[in-house]
């Protein structure tokens, strides 16, 4: 599959202090028509992460038509396991309500932070989003110790099912951890149950870091893209039958950074996403989403 870019769509201003820095991690949320809310993860100048959105039209998405003048979500109370940032994983539609699940960061003395999962539920179109609690609803314990990162949710007849970021190690240095991806089940989306089942592990001792997956599903199966490094993010594709057993297929050879400009350097946090007959992909740029975040639709 080959994807052509549409342009970088957003990058922030810097004008709001709750969005200082980065427009990281895009999500799509389809509204109505061709319209589509897509949210973000900032960050003010203490680093700290909060959820924006904007409104584009699909089919001119570099013209914004909204944007947010307060975050989604912002950071948690002090000391609770989102004090330090919220940073969005997905969005999942039930009914009319929204569940938006996210990934809290607190740092920490020893390790450079410690991340759980949060869930804000939005309870129809146009109504705020609230966490379902102060606390996590995918915890660190036995099975993840170190840290969680960005998940993906989906349902399906048998029920809810995850797949999302798990730290394995962590060492002197950033480079020594390894953080791969796992599965998870739930009846309801808010309590999961979790058998230390890794579907996407490093494949080399030059990447440590996979993360943020998203995951479609059609006749043929499942495919999934991540995002993972060594030296630099890359976007990564794999497939199965199940959503259980993957097959890594290597970079995703339809999309690599470009020649010069926002996304020279670096691309991931993808999400992929289907519109009509067309399948779309957004992703980050260069400095984690320093640059913003763009947009490419798959050539057929």
Same mark, same amino acid.
């Given at each position: 599959?080959?994807?052509?870019?549409?342009?970088?769509?957003?990058?922030?201003?810097?004008?709001?202090?709750?969005?200082? =820095?980065?427009?990281?991690?895009?999500?799509?949320?389809?509204?109505?028509?061709?319209?589509?809310?897509? /949210? +973000?993860?900032?960050?003010?100048?203490?680093?700290?992460?909060?959820?924006?959105?904007?409104?584009?039209?699909? @089919?001119?998405?570099?013209?914004?038509?909204?944007? $947010?003048?307060?975050?989604?979500? @912002?950071?948690?109370?002090?000391?609770?396991?989102?004090? !330090?940032?919220? =940073?969005?994983?997905?969005?999942?539609?039930?009914?009319?309500?929204?569940?938006?699940?996210?990934?809290?960061?607190?740092? =920490?003395?020893?390790?450079?932070?410690?991340? $759980?999962?949060?869930?804000?539920?939005?309870?129809?179109?146009?109504?705020?989003?609230?966490?379902? !609690?102060? +606390?996590?609803?995918?915890?660190?314990?036995?099975?993840?110790?170190?840290?969680?990162?960005?998940?993906?949710?989906?349902?399906?007849?048998?029920? +809810?099912?995850?797949? /999302?970021? *798990?730290?394995?190690?962590?060492?002197?240095?950033?480079?020594?951890?390894?953080?791969?991806?796992?599965?998870?089940? *739930?009846?309801?989306?808010?309590?999961?149950?979790?058998?230390?089942?890794?579907?996407?592990?490093?494949?080399?001792?030059?990447?440590?870091?996979?993360?943020?997956?998203?995951?479609?599903?059609?006749?043929?199966?499942?495919?999934?893209? +991540?995002?993972?490094?060594?030296?630099?993010?890359?976007?990564?594709? $794999?497939?199965?039958?199940?959503?259980?057993?993957?097959?890594?297929?290597?970079?995703?050879?339809?999309?690599?950074? !470009?020649?010069?400009?926002?996304?020279?350097?670096?691309?991931?946090?993808?999400?992929?996403?289907?519109?009509?007959?067309?399948? &779309?992909?957004? &992703? $980050?740029?260069?400095? /984690?989403?320093?640059?913003?975040?763009?947009?490419?639709?798959?050539?057929?």
């Amino acid at each position: 599959m080959k994807w052509k870019k549409l342009g970088r769509i957003y990058g922030p201003s810097g004008e709001r202090a709750w969005a200082a =820095s980065h427009a990281a991690n895009p999500t799509a949320e389809h509204l109505t028509g061709d319209l589509f809310k897509i /949210y +973000f993860s900032t960050r003010d100048k203490k680093n700290r992460s909060s959820i924006g959105h904007i409104v584009v039209d699909i @089919k001119q998405p570099t013209r914004i038509l909204e944007e $947010a003048s307060e975050p989604v979500l @912002k950071p948690g109370r002090l000391a609770m396991f989102d004090d !330090s940032g919220a =940073s969005i994983g997905c969005i999942m539609k039930l009914g009319e309500a929204r569940y938006l699940y996210y990934m809290g960061w607190n740092l =920490s003395v020893t390790v450079p932070w410690k991340n $759980a999962l949060g869930l804000a539920i939005s309870e129809a179109p146009g109504k705020p989003f609230i966490r379902y !609690s102060e +606390f996590p609803i995918v915890e660190l314990n036995a099975v993840d110790p170190y840290t969680i990162s960005y998940p993906w949710v989906m349902q399906e007849r048998s029920g +809810f099912r995850m797949w /999302y970021g *798990s730290n394995l190690k962590w060492g002197e240095k950033k480079e020594d951890m390894l953080h791969v991806l796992k599965y998870a089940e *739930s009846a309801d989306g808010i309590r999961w149950e979790r058998d230390n089942r890794i579907v996407i592990n490093s494949e080399s001792a030059a990447e440590y870091a996979i993360c943020r997956p998203t995951v479609l599903r059609d006749d043929s199966g499942y495919r999934m893209w +991540f995002c993972t490094r060594g030296k630099k993010y890359r976007i990564h594709l $794999a497939e199965s039958a199940d959503g259980l057993t993957w097959s890594r297929k290597g970079q995703d050879p339809g999309i690599d950074v !470009s020649a010069d400009g926002w996304d020279s350097d670096m691309i991931e946090y993808p999400c992929v996403f289907t519109h009509k007959q067309d399948i &779309y992909m957004l &992703y $980050a740029g260069n400095g /984690y989403g320093e640059t913003g975040f763009g947009l490419a639709v798959a050539q057929r």
